[in-house]
């Protein structure tokens, strides 16, 4: 099983690979030097020897007492167990340090490593981690935000609309969103806003729009060890739209018009259940933009994303126009 499991990632992640524009998954990058006051590579989060289990830390060059926090998360259709390297640093990540932010990049186990939802007990540890260890690190943790690409886009929204819950029943499907993964288990894995690029939130209408096809096995079906005409109850149980309630954070959204990947109409569905339910959102969906890539990457888009968690930060920042919605695209 395992055997077939690792033919079938290998043959979906060389397709979607192919399908890209120079940058891999958009979110694969050349190397770049960023410039910081203090870097920490390779931090394991959860104690263990695993790989996967690592995470990259970056604060802002101008030097504080501490700094709110974004977890970037890279893309890969959860094939990968260690991007955290190559995830947006010269774009995403460097916006967020230029604009005072701590950046925390972590790996997490691929649908190769365990099914879902282990992708996302990972990154609740990495969200318990920063509180446990803000004072090593300078994390201001009055305000953690997740943010990522694709499938990163996905982890981040999921960790936003699940943000308070420890377990979840959806349909026949019951799930530990929680885990218990670290040191740290006494701390909150709550959010106070997500950053959504590109990334699948309805796993049951991925046919919402023209997309890629993967053959017989989606990156969905291998994550859930299923097939969504099977057990639809799992599928739901993967989606960031599932969970949306008045409670959510706000949540800032990315996608492309001319996404070849992940169907727009993922973005745009995310953003108008968000407002319906009263969420704080916003959204732009670039007419020329692919999955990823430099017309989703744009300087004001850079600049919409950190206005927006500039604006959630800072309560009655709106009033004042910092958010700048005369850019917003929707």
Known sequence: MRKTLISVCMLCLTAVAMAQPAGGFGGVQQQIKLETS???????????????????????KEQKDSYPVVIHIYGSAWFNNNGKGMADLGTIVK?????GYAVVCPNHRSSIDAPWPAQINDIRAVIRF????????KFDTSFIATSGFSSGGHLASIAATT???????????????EGNLGKYTDQLSTVNA????????????????????????????????????????????LSATQYISSNTPPIIIFHGD??????????KKFYELLKAAGVKTEATFPA???????????????????????CVRESNCCNKGCCQKQFVEV
């Open 258 to 267: 001319k996404d070849g990947v992940v169907p727009n109409c993922q973005g």
């Open 194 to 237: 997500a950053c959504d690029w590109s990334g699948p939130v309805d796993l049951t209408a991925m046919d919402c729009g023209e997309h890629m096809t993967m053959g017989e096995n989606s990156p969905e079906d291998v994550l859930l060890r299923s097939k969504l005409s099977k057990e639809p109850d799992k599928y739901l149980s």
């Open 130 to 137: 920063v509180r446990g260890e803000a004072k090593t690190y």
């Open 288 to 310: 020329e933009g692919n999955h990823g890539g430099p017309e989703m990457y744009t300087p004001e888009n850079l600049k919409k994303m950190v206005c927006f968690l500039n």
């Open 38 to 60: 203090q870097e920490w590579k390779d931090i394991n989060y959860v104690g263990d020897d695993q790989t996967y289990h690592t995470c990259d830390i970056y604060l802002p």
């Open 95 to 99: 916006s967020l340090l230029d604009a």
């Open 163 to 177: 943000s308070g819950m420890k377990t979840a029943t959806v349909g026949s499907v019951t799930l530990d969103l």
